[in-house]
């Protein structure tokens, strides 16, 4: 099992640019998400998929969209890159069980808006 | 609003020399408490859910105990491998709404 996988690893915009961050997991979760760290700031959450089919906004979603291309598979889109928007990007996955779920991460993509 | 205070920011440790984490939280209706490990440049990597005061699990060199305001990470006799970043985090309210901390930069010396 590979897990959560996460494509690409590094990436560098510059202002204005698009691009998407791909995340795939094979544990056959039903909820993702995506978060972004920033050093002295927890992990924020930017949108998740609480199922397939489904999204829904985060603490932060301002400047992203999100797709939930199918169980496997939830894309993080920037439509125009900007600055602020330089940081880490994490996707996590969860199947909820009972009292609460546990969130498994990717390897991350490091991202730089120039 | 939720809230997840991790003490100290850093940490440095001889080998052999025995510490604590600390995650103080503020919630309404704590459903679990996670750690997490994350290594420089990695994903974090799940440790262990708490989900009542009183709680204790262990792994290895790690035991994790929760109260109903905080919870430690104790590590016994650390060795240079467990360097890392140790993450607290809470789930309270909806499965979606998880709070993390911002860590805990645990260095250990040879």
């Known amino acids: 099992n590979a897990g959560v996988t996460q494509t690409p690893k590094f990436q560098v915009l510059k202002t204005g640019q698009s691009m998407t961050l791909q995340c795939a997991q094979d544990?056959?979760?039903?909820?993702m998400y995506w978060y972004r760290q920033d050093p002295g700031m927890g992990l924020r959450l930017i949108y998740y998929?609480?199922?397939?089919?489904?999204?829904d906004k985060g603490e932060v979603p301002n400047g992203y969209n999100v797709s939930r291309l199918n169980k496997r598979e939830f894309s993080l889109r920037l439509e125009s890159a900007a600055p602020s928007q330089t940081s880490v990007y994490f996707c996590?996955?969860?199947?909820?069980?009972?009292?609460?779920?546990?969130?498994?991460f990717g390897p991350g993509t490091r991202l730089t808006v120039l | 609003e939720d809230q997840v205070t991790q003490s100290p920011e850093a940490l440095r440790l001889q080998e052999g020399e025995s510490s604590s984490l600390n995650c103080s939280y503020t919630v309404s209706g704590l459903r679990g408490l996670f750690w997490y490990r994350q290594d420089p440049g990695k994903g974090p990597e799940f440790l262990f859910t708490?989900?009542?005061a009183g709680e204790e699990k262990e792994k290895e060199r790690l035991k994790a105990t929760l109260t109903k305001k905080e919870s430690f990470l104790h590590i016994t006799a650390p060795k240079p491998e467990d360097s890392a970043t140790y993450l607290c985090a809470v789930q309270a309210g909806g499965y979606q709404k998880v709070t993390f901390g911002t860590g805990t930069k645990l260095q250990v010396i040879p």
């Open positions: 708490l989900y009542s």
């Open positions: 998929s609480a199922s397939e089919g489904t999204t």
């Open positions: 544990m056959n979760h039903n909820s």
């Open positions: 996590a996955s969860s199947e909820p069980t009972g009292l609460t779920d546990t969130q498994y």
